[in-house]
């Protein structure tokens, strides 16, 4: 999979912005492609109020659950702006940038995950990983990053 500069810059802004949280959000690009061009943040919704009798388990630092609002609003986003989506990206607050038993559970195929490894809120690492069925197992994606000049 290949990633524009930005849009992988983007991904490591939110990482050290939501430290010590996980983060997470949608890649975006030009559809059957391969290349992601674009980035959308989405909220991690766990430790967050589902209704005012129920909250979610508070494990923000090694969790992530997308907003299914968020998702809605992307795919609305991109069917307009005639882009796919490819994939997902999260952070790993001080953890290594590789899936965890969770990550792949969650996982479905056809996408590809980049995770970002931020150690005391500053990116250190990017990893992208797929998987050829749902829930997993993943194996490492080739990332590359392709300037403004190729996007």
């Given at each position: 999979m290949k990633i524009a500069e930005p849009a992988l810059e983007a991904i490591q802004a939110h990482g050290a912005e939501g430290y010590p949280n996980e983060i997470c959000g949608i890649m975006l690009g030009p559809p059957g492609g391969e290349l992601v061009t674009e980035v959308r943040r989405a909220a991690n919704?766990?430790?967050q109020p589902r209704s005012r009798w129920s909250w979610t388990a508070e494990r923000t630092v090694d969790r992530y659950e997308m907003d299914p609002l968020d998702q809605i609003r992307v795919e609305k986003e991109a069917r307009i702006a005639g882009l796919d989506i490819l994939g997902y990206y999260h952070s790993h607050p001080d953890h290594p940038a590789r899936p965890s038993v969770f990550d792949a559970e969650q996982s479905w195929a056809g996408y590809v995950y980049v995770i970002v490894s931020v150690e005391n809120g500053d990116p250190v690492d990017v990893n992208a990983f797929a998987t050829p069925r749902d829930h997993g197992p993943f194996r490492p994606e080739p990332l590359?990053?392709?300037?403004?000049?190729?996007?």
């Open positions: 919704i766990i430790g590359e990053v392709v300037g403004p000049k190729h996007v």
